[in-house]
């Protein structure tokens, strides 16, 4: 993942769980019991990681709290080990709930990361690449079997800003398929690039800073159930959630 303290982590890494959950529910729900082993979830992540990371402090709280919350994918799926789970791995989890088969394409531009990844798959048919994350993303779509989910999560220091970010937007939204991008809520460009995506922003803000997250390409479905989830959620972690609304541009109307 990109550069997010643990409250951050925690924030994005619990919107993911609920939209993986609803959408392979969904594709599950469209397959037979005898379909349902040979059909597979595909999800990428465009900046993967080594798929484990140390123990945000904010995680035993949120656990405390669990039985407060309506939507207990993100719950189930981060188990007790002494690590947390990177966002791939925790994805994995999650649609192997599902009853689905799973495939994961895993992204880092450092070759390191990529080799501590392959130590730390768990299960379902695996790919590894080592690109740009935009240049990975435009692969990975033109491939015969697209992506049923995408994750963007954008590093620090991404040398143009959002506007890659805007451009996979606009790239999966025409192709359909869903996906979520985060960026840093006190990021001063973040409200230009929610206008030109046109989707929600979800945002945990704490004094300083923040995390964001927008979901679209048909992952927005998830967003009516987790808005109570998001306000039980923020105080544990030591902020408030705050969604984001996309101004219109000059001319336009938006229909969230």
């Known amino acids: 993942m990109a550069d997010h303290d643990g ?18 529910t969904e594709k599950r729900g469209r397959a037979t019991a005898a379909e349902a082993a040979d059909i597979a979830f595909c999800f990428a992540d465009t900046h993967a990681g080594g798929g484990r990371l140390p123990l945000p402090p904010e995680r035993a709280a949120v656990l405390a709290e669990q039985g407060s919350f309506g939507v207990g994918a993100f ?9 947390h789970p990177g966002s791939w791995v925790l994805a994995g989890r999650v649609l192997e709930q599902s ?8 992204n880092d531009l450092d070759p390191i990361v990529i080799a501590q990844a392959q ?19 435009r692969a990975r779509v033109a491939l015969p079997r697209r992506p049923d989910f995408v994750f963007i999560d954008p590093p ?6 959002p506007g890659y970010a805007i451009d996979a937007a606009i790239l999966l939204e025409t192709l359909t398929i869903p996906y979520m991008i ?17 989707r929600l922003g979800l945002e945990m803000r704490r004094e300083g ?3 964001g997250a927008l979901l679209g390409g048909g992952a927005e479905s998830v967003i009516l159930d987790v808005l109570g989830d998001l306000g039980r959620l923020a105080p544990v972690l030591g902020g408030r959630f705050q969604p984001r609304l996309p101004q219109p541009l000059a001319g336009d109307d938006y229909c969230i």
Do not use: C, M, N
């Open 7 to 24: 409250p951050g982590i925690l924030w994005v890494q619990f919107l993911l769980a609920a939209a993986l959950a609803r959408l392979a």
């Open 75 to 83: 719950h189930a799926a981060i188990g007790s080990e002494d690590f």
């Open 99 to 106: 009853g689905l088969a799973v495939e994961i394409d895993v």
């Open 119 to 137: 130590t730390h798959r768990e299960g379902g048919w695996v790919r590894f690449w080592s690109h740009d994350w935009f240049r990975f993303l």
């Open 156 to 161: 620090a220091d991404d040398p143009r800003g």
């Open 182 to 198: 985060t960026y840093p809520a006190a990021e001063a460009e973040a409200q230009a690039a929610i206008d030109q995506i046109g």
């Open 209 to 211: 800073g923040g995390q």
